[in-house]
């Protein structure tokens, strides 16, 4: 079985600071990990994925993540926060290739606010 | 292309009542995915199903029935609605392997 960890339910920052959005997940098989960002009244969109290979993923708007697996972290950092970057966002694991890997457990979200 | 649509948006029930969430996809996805968002608890998966005429249970299925009848929609039934049932109902759906999902825009539905 897979669980998320989002430490943190909501974060602030100013506009231009670092946007540091800590997941910590549990898993007993090579795990893939997803970032989600929701806007407000709309689905989910993808901001980034890991499945194998180099463990700096980049993504959308400027984000990226790295999978630590000594640490079983997939932080998600952006460099300089931007209005825009207001949402909530989602950490997700599922299974790997061979396991259970068409199921997404979800973590419980961090909501991100940009402080002008 | 559409991506994934929901039909209806929003929806008020009374208790007791029936409904039925539509879900359509119209990029060809094998699998497809039922999910309840409530404050502080993330997306909970209720039903998924990984291919036209299947379905599984999910992490919180009780409640709901689902039925996958064509590759392209999935529905999701409420036969007796309660209020523990408020929330916002988001469908999504994958490829497979290790793709993404895809959200729809997700149904707002109250039970009073």
């Known amino acids: 079985a897979q669980s998320v960890t989002q430490l943190g339910s909501h974060v602030s920052v100013s506009e231009g600071a670092l946007v540091l959005l800590r997941c910590n997940y549990s898993s007993s098989v090579p795990p893939y990990l997803f970032w989600y960002v929701q806007y407000p009244n709309q689905g989910l969109q993808l901001l980034l994925k890991y499945t194998t290979g180099a463990t700096l993923v980049k993504g959308i708007n400027g984000f990226e993540a790295e999978f630590k697996k000594s640490e079983t972290s997939f932080h998600l950092t952006k460099p300089s926060a931007h209005m825009s970057d207001a949402a909530e966002y989602f950490c997700a694991v599922s299974g790997g290739h061979n396991f259970g890997n068409e199921k997404l457990t979800f973590g419980t979200g961090t909501r991100l606010t940009i402080i002008p | 292309n559409a991506g994934v649509t929901q039909t209806p948006k929003f929806r008020v029930l009374k208790t007791g009542q029936s409904m039925t969430l539509l879900c359509a996809q119209d990029m060809n996805h094998e699998y497809m995915y039922w999910y309840r968002q409530d404050p502080g608890m993330g997306l909970r998966l209720i039903h998924y199903s990984v291919g036209e005429g299947t379905t599984a249970k999910g992490e919180v299925p009780d409640g709901y029935n689902v039925s996958r009848l064509k590759k392209q929609n999935f529905l999701l039934g409420l036969e007796s609605a309660a209020p523990s049932q408020t929330s916002v109902y988001f469908c999504?759906?994958?490829?497979?392997?290790?793709?993404?999902?895809?959200f729809g825009p997700g149904t707002r539905l109250t039970v009073l």
């Open positions: 999504a759906s994958s490829p497979g392997g290790y793709n993404e999902q895809f």
